[in-house]
């Protein structure tokens, strides 16, 4: 049997890991440059509260080590070049450290590199060198708050937020792009520097753009900028246009 570290392959691999209850797996393919092999391997894992309606103690719930490692351990044969945790509010809750803690169960248990949604949207923020930054999400004020507060922890002045308080994760994967984008309007301040567009079960691919040139910031949504992150993270470089300045030029 190959060596199981290995990474060869006719394609680059990332590994998506992700709570039962996100529908929007298409959504990361627009931000796949062209002419690149990449290839995309989704894993879920079921959560007993995945019923219940989001809120803090849901989403930390999804954060079950044990639970995430059994799924990371799943994607181990398929040597991903990078896995994803792809629950932003469920790494943000736990703050800083418990977010890093699920970066480490997911590498251990995959042999390779692996990042989050909430670690990438502070990896972009600091490639920007953007301080100041207004927050947009769809869930209820409450957990809003805790991607304020882990944002603040880490470095990061927030100049208003906005929440959109659906509470259910079919509600935010079959909202239109357009309701993210009036959402991330209302969140924008004068003082803002970029602006942070939360949960990795929002559609942005067509908004990204637009808000951009209307705004004059950077719009970091969260299936992008986890996009961004884990092709950087697997040597792949490549910019275009289409999808915001972190694609064209980051």
Request: aromatic residues 8%.
């Amino acid at each position: 049997m190959p060596d199981e570290h290995a990474r060869e392959g006719l394609t680059k691999r990332i590994a998506i890991i992700t709570p039962s209850d996100g529908i929007n797996d298409d959504e990361y393919n627009n931000y796949l440059p062209e002419g690149v092999a990449v290839t995309l391997l989704w894993t879920r894992y079921e959560t007993a509260a995945q019923d219940k309606p989001i809120s803090v103690d849901m989403v930390k719930s999804y954060g079950d080590l044990n639970e995430i490692a059994r799924s990371a351990r799943m994607m181990r044969i398929t040597r991903p070049h990078v896995s994803i945790y792809c629950c932003n509010s469920c790494s943000f809750v736990h703050g800083p450290t418990g977010d890093q803690e699920i970066r480490t169960t997911i590498a251990e248990a995959t042999g390779g590199q692996a990042t989050s949604v909430t670690n990438a949207q502070v990896e972009a923020l600091r490639r920007l060198d953007v301080k100041r930054v207004a927050v947009a999400a769809p869930y209820r004020a409450e957990v809003t708050a805790k991607l304020v507060e882990y944002l603040e922890q880490s470095g990061f002045q927030v100049t208003q937020s906005r929440s959109q308080a659906f509470i259910s994760e079919w509600q935010i994967g079959n909202a239109p792009s357009s309701v993210w984008f009036d959402l991330a309007r209302q969140a924008d301040s004068r003082e803002a520097e970029a602006v942070v567009l939360a949960c990795s079960g929002i559609r942005t691919g067509d908004i990204i753009d637009r808000f951009e040139a209307e705004r004059g910031k950077p719009l970091i949504s969260a299936p992008a900028v986890v996009m961004w992150h884990a092709l950087r993270l697997a040597d792949i470089n490549t910019q275009f246009h289409g999808k915001g300045v972190l694609f064209s030029a980051h």
